[in-house]
C-alpha cells in the first residue's frame, strides 16, 4: 500500500507564510502525489492546488496569487508554498494522489486513491 505523509502546518498569523510538504512512499508499489485539499471546521473537504506530470499547475479561485504547488521528482514530493495567509485559510491540509504517474489530476476529491493524514493551518491574530 502506498503512504502519502504531510508536515509543515503550524499556528501563523495573518500575512504569514507556511510551506507544505508531501511525501510518498510504497513497498511494493510507487504513488504519486497530485494534489492538496482542505477541510476548515464544519465546511466539506474543498480543492485547493494540483500538479501534473509536466509541471502544469491548478488552483483554487481562492488561492490564486497567493499559494504555489510544485514538486520535487527526485524527493517523490509536492510542495504547497502558501504565502498571505488569512484567516479563512485556516483548515486541515491534506495531500492527495494516486498510482499512475501520468494521469491527470482532478478537481474531485473522491477520485484519489490515496491520502494524507492532514496537516493543522491555523491562521489568527
Known amino acids: 500500500q502506498v503512504q502519502l505523509v504531510a508536515s509543515g502546518g503550524g499556528l501563523v498569523q495573518p500575512g504569514d507564510s507556511l510551506r507544505l510538504s508531501c511525501v510518498a512512499s510504497?513497498?511494493?508499489?510507487?504513488?504519486?502525489?497530485k494534489a492538496w485539499f482542505r477541510q476548515g471546521p464544519g465546511n466539506e473537504r474543498e480543492f485547493v492546488a494540483a500538479i501534473d506530470w509536466s509541471d502544469s499547475t491548478y488552483y483554487a479561485d481562492s488561492v490564486k496569487g497567493r499559494f504555489t504547488i510544485s514538486r520535487d521528482k527526485s524527493k517523490n514530493t509536492v510542495y504547497l508554498q502558501m504565502n498571505d495567509l488569512k484567516p479563512g485559510d485556516t483548515a486541515v491540509f491534506y495531500c492527495a494522489g494516486d498510482r499512475y504517474r501520468y494521469r491527470q489530476p482532478t478537481r474531485r476529491y473522491e477520485e484519489y486513491d490515496y491520502w494524507g493524514q492532514g496537516t493543522q493551518v491555523t491562521v489568527s491574530s
Open positions: 510504497g513497498r511494493t508499489f510507487v504513488g504519486y502525489a
